[in-house]
């Protein structure tokens, strides 16, 4: 059996506390020890089973002394060198600084794409190494001394939730100061009393969407969301039910889910939490499918040009059920919708009943020339020197269908979306839902004028229902990176160290306020399970203005994250 709850502490000591028949393996005093146990485990052949949980986490810590920032410590760190670091297998490494971002100037890499449930090693391989002022060896995590006005640090965590969904607090631990050795300038201005320093210090908690260690402002960005149009997204006989599960999608309620009941969720809290955000973007759909006997063209197209007015882009995206049908149902010259010449989304002659007899619709999935209407779409509305930005969702891989065309490469296709010429040069975001290729979505995927195959730029969505959550995940990127906290240190250690610790929101597009609403709180979302990344970031600086008063002074702290299963929990925690 196995646990439904999970403690990460961050510090050199180490514990086991045996649970009964249930252990919990923690790599630090104090959080492993409140292991919250409530799932309801159910019978399978007659062995007593439960859902797992597994949360893995990494990190990169860097220093700023007024010369740049320094490496401190990371995990994994396979050379000890305080960067953030693998093997790649081949006598190299691949390392934090390897993924510098292009339009950041003082960029210095970013938190490694690549890892994943089963490349991270344990936190006990973990080395705080030294102090970068003393060189003395780290007791805990974070420690500050000797800290001059003007110095700064920052610490961004990768968060992998294996397994099954769960909900996630951030946890503070072993929290020490001291005043240290007092000087004549300070005893002037101070009563030895234990340590000022974390008063003095500013910080800030947020969630680095991107990964980079860096709090990002929002910047423009035209962005085209690429939908598969295929009957496997939709139609039971080609598996687009997923769940028996009733659903509500804009008002109407449907008593099966399908892939496609899902994508339009996601799309339009997408457009509808950029529009709240008063976003700097337009956004436009794309949609393929495949073709039909007698057809000559394959059934793709523009669902939505481009446009700024994001009420008009959430509209269309309204009904997909039924705007999927009728691109799959009839012939392609119909004579009806908005265009006469060929089978689309307005035509009003599917049927949007999963159930039905699917048999006679167009088959086939064009991701390759579903790419390009997107492309032409942002070459001829895009703005110029605006970020160009294309998210592609498919649920399975090019193929012909019956009639006479045959589907374009999808990966030369993407090459040319990233390429300056014929412009624009694109931000490519893949999502592969359930039976995709995922290989063929990952070498389509990286940033304008890469060569791609970047897992930054990737999603492997194996359960449909975290399609909400990844496009959530994306929504973040087009908006300043929401700030969980930002106040002294000292007051963002003790909202971490109180109770359970502060409660995370697993996806940014809710109304969830970590501070002010209650943890059970019905807009705070689990984090999806299945490895998704999601990155933590903390960054400190030490005001030029700060006098004397803490000369001398030290900090140190540990940070850590405690999970409990979704299913049968409320979110409320262990002390709720």
């Not at 990190?59 to 050379?79: C, I, K, L, R, S």
């Not at 959530?472 to 160290?497: H, T, Y």
Request: hydrophobic letters at 35%.
């Amino acid at each position: 059996m196995t646990n439904d709850s999970t403690n990460f502490d961050l510090s050199r000591r180490k514990l086991l506390a045996g649970l009964g028949a249930v252990g919990v393996a923690s790599a630090g005093a104090g959080l492993g020890t409140t292991a919250y146990f409530n799932d309801t485990e159910t019978f399978e052949g007659n062995a007593l089973t439960a859902g797992e949980l597994d949360l893995l986490v990494d990190w990169q810590q860097t220093y700023d002394f007024g010369e740049g920032h320094t490496f401190v410590n990371a995990h994994p760190d396979h050379d000890g060198d305080g960067e953030q670091s693998i093997s790649d297998g081949n006598g190299g490494q691949i390392k934090y600084s390897d993924f510098l971002d292009p339009d950041d100037p003082t960029s210095t890499g970013e938190n490694l794409p690549i890892l994943n449930c089963e490349n991270i090693p344990p936190i006990s391989d973990a080395d705080f190494r030294t102090d970068p002022v003393t060189g003395e060896p780290m007791d805990t995590l974070v420690q500050l001394s000797d800290v001059k006005p003007g110095d700064e640090g920052e610490i961004t965590f990768s968060l992998h939730l294996c397994d099954n969904p769960g909900y996630v607090w951030m946890q503070a631990d072993n929290v020490s100061e001291s005043e240290g050795v007092d000087t004549d300038p300070e005893l002037a201005v101070d009563t030895p009393d234990g340590g000022d320093l974390a008063q003095f210090i500013n910080a800030k908690l947020w969630y680095d969407a991107d990964c980079d260690n860096v709090r990002d402002e929002a910047e423009p960005a035209d962005i085209m969301l690429t939908l598969d149009f295929s009957g496997s997204m939709l139609y039971r006989q080609y598996g687009g039910v997923v769940s028996e599960d009733s659903i509500q999608v804009n008002g109407d309620t449907f008593t099966e889910t399908t892939k496609i009941d899902l994508v339009e969720l996601a799309a339009k809290e997408f457009v509808q939490y950029l529009d709240a955000q008063n976003a700097d973007v337009q956004v436009g759909v794309a949609y393929f499918d495949g073709e039909k006997t007698d057809d000559t063209e394959p059934r793709t197209g523009i669902l939505q040009p481009m446009t700024s007015d994001l009420s008009v882009v959430d509209a269309s995206l309204s009904d997909l059920r039924q705007k999927l049908a009728n691109v799959v149902t009839g012939t392609q010259v119909d004579g009806i919708g908005d265009d006469f010449t060929i089978s689309d989304p307005a035509d009003g002659d599917g049927d949007s009943d999963p159930d039905s007899n699917a048999g006679g619709i167009a088959t086939g999935t064009y991701i390759g020339e579903g790419v390009d209407d997107a492309q032409d779409e942002l070459a001829s509305a895009g703005r110029p020197g605006t970020k160009a930005v294309n998210i592609v969702l498919s649920d399975g891989e090019s193929f012909n269908g019956t009639g006479s065309t045959q589907f374009s490469s999808p990966q030369d296709a993407a090459t040319d979306a990233r390429s300056s010429s014929p412009g624009p040069a694109t931000d490519l975001y893949t999502v592969s839902v359930g039976s995709a290729n995922d290989s063929v979505l990952q070498d389509m995927a990286g940033a304008a004028t890469s060569p791609g195959n970047d897992p930054q730029f990737f999603y492997d969505v194996d359960d449909p229902v975290a399609v909400p959550t990844v496009f959530g995940v994306l929504a973040s990127q087009f908006v300043a990176e929401k700030v969980i906290m930002q106040d002294s240190l000292d007051n963002v250690l003790a909202a971490l160290s109180s109770g359970n610790g502060l409660p995370l929101d697993g996806n940014v597009l809710t109304m969830y306020e970590e501070l002010n609403d209650p943890a059970a709180d019905e807009d705070r979302d689990a984090f999806e399970g299945n490895g998704l990344m999601y990155c933590v970031g903390l960054q400190w600086e030490l005001p030029f203005e700060v006098g004397n008063v803490i000369q001398g002074d030290t900090v140190g702290f540990d940070l850590g994250f405690y999970t409990e299963q979704e299913r049968h929990n409320d979110g409320a925690g262990v002390s709720a």
